[in-house]
């Protein structure tokens, strides 16, 4: 089945603790993203990566990291995690760039707390 | 710059009833259009898409869509809403010859049996 998967679903962690969201897809797609979503916000986003070892930033990209050494994966790293940071995290793939055929699939999010 | 809006943070509709939430975007050119769906606790869904041809789409669910150049608006439309159609639905932008992808910042759908 073609998704999209993100691990943890839930983390509640502590500020300063390092720590990596993954995300994989099995859909070979080139484009990988990752969003966070907050009320009244919709969703914004982190950090994209056009193929493997091409990222960029995107709206909001103050505090994390990203890598992508292989095409599947595309982690997400919070190297120092602030109370601001709370917040619902998805990852996304598409085929390529933005376009009628190529629309973005959601992993089912990531719900971080930071305390 | 190039936005999204969705001018209604929550809407309630009684079953049966028929269903429309807005959405308006600026951006220079036809910009690829989406609307997702994101049911509690899930990711987002893709429902329906546009970039060119028929200005009325048909998507997942019994949705249809209605591109207005003019108004530069993207309408999402339901006849009839079942029970299921609530969640939080989001219009999208996508910019033609980037990877940007632009959100509006959702509507909350709350259907009354």
């Known amino acids: 089945e073609a998704q999209v998967t993100q691990n943890p679903r839930y983390l509640i962690t502590v500020t300063g603790k390092k720590l990596t969201v993954t995300c994989s897809q099995n859909?070979?797609?080139?484009?990988m993203s990752w969003y966070r979503q907050d009320p009244g916000l919709g969703l914004r986003q982190i950090y994209y990566?056009?193929?493997?070892?091409?990222?960029d930033k995107g709206d909001v990209p103050e505090g994390y990291k990203v890598s992508r050494k292989e095409k599947r994966n595309f982690p997400l790293i919070l190297e120092s995690p602030s109370p601001n940071q709370t917040s619902l995290y998805f990852c996304?793939?598409?085929?390529?760039?933005?376009?009628?055929?190529?629309?973005?699939?959601f992993g089912n999010g990531t719900r971080l707390t930071v305390t | 710059a190039q936005s999204v809006t969705q001018p209604d943070i929550h809407i309630t509709v009684s079953e049966g009833a028929s269903l429309e939430l807005r959405c308006n975007y600026s951006?220079?050119?036809?910009?690829?259009l989406f609307w997702y769906v994101q049911s509690p606790g899930q990711g987002l869904q893709l429902l329906l898409k546009?970039?060119?041809?028929?200005?009325l789409v048909q998507g997942i669910k019994g949705f249809e869509a209605e591109f207005k150049r003019s108004q530069s608006s993207f309408n999402l439309r339901k006849p009839s809403v079942h029970w299921s159609d609530a969640a939080e639905y989001f219009c999208?932008?996508?910019?033609?010859?980037?990877?940007?992808?632009?959100f509006g910042t959702g509507t909350r759908l709350k259907v009354l049996a």
């Open positions: 859909m070979n797609h080139e484009y």
């Open positions: 546009y970039f060119s041809g028929d200005t």
């Open positions: 999208a932008v996508g910019i033609s010859g980037t990877y940007k992808y632009i």
């Open positions: 951006y220079g050119a036809t910009p690829y």
């Open positions: 990566s056009m193929n493997v070892e091409v990222t």
């Open positions: 996304a793939s598409s085929l390529s760039i933005p376009t009628k055929d190529s629309p973005l699939h």
